[in-house]
């Protein structure tokens, strides 16, 4: 789950238009969906190519109640089985939820001109590390790193001295510390830096 947070990061502080899988914004994943249950043609023609489309085609998880709020009746394909935990209603509250940094990020990014027409500066990038800036002449200037691989990770770019706030983390608990040029991250972190 934390390698999906550190990926919904990148995409909504990247240049573009960011596309959102529905799902994706509370963590839904691919549900293994039995071949005598398959709907998807390609499946069905090619079934031992492991192709079918289902798995990620199954009903959105609204709430925990049955068919997780999608229909009262029976839909096309199988739920998974963490529907009654994870799904919007349980996670629209909560802190620390997939979806409440979904919301934060989207939030973030419409508040703040370097994300949406600002330029974007390569910083560092390595085997665990990827860091950019985002910036916009006369906005706050924001610095992205993100920690790609599950062992913990250490950011010291050579040639660019720098301190800011972290504002927003895929660790919650570490948003509003001050931070320099040199700070260790977490395995499967990400976190956003307003620049002073």
Known sequence: MQQARVAALLLLTLRGTPTIYYGDE???Q??????SEVQDPQGLNMPDKNLSRDPARTPMQWNASTY??????KPWLRLSSTYRR?????EKDNPFSMLTLYKRLIDLRQKELSFTAGDYIPVYSDQQILAYKRTHENAPAFLIVLNLTHRPAYFKPEHDAFKGTIVLSTLPEEEGQEVDSYFALSGDQGIII???
């Open 26 to 28: 509370i963590g839904m």
């Open 30 to 35: 691919d549900v293994p969906i039995p071949f």
């Open 68 to 73: 997780a709020g999608f229909s009262s009746e």
């Open 86 to 90: 994870l799904n919007v209603e349980s």
């Open 194 to 196: 307003r620049l002073h």
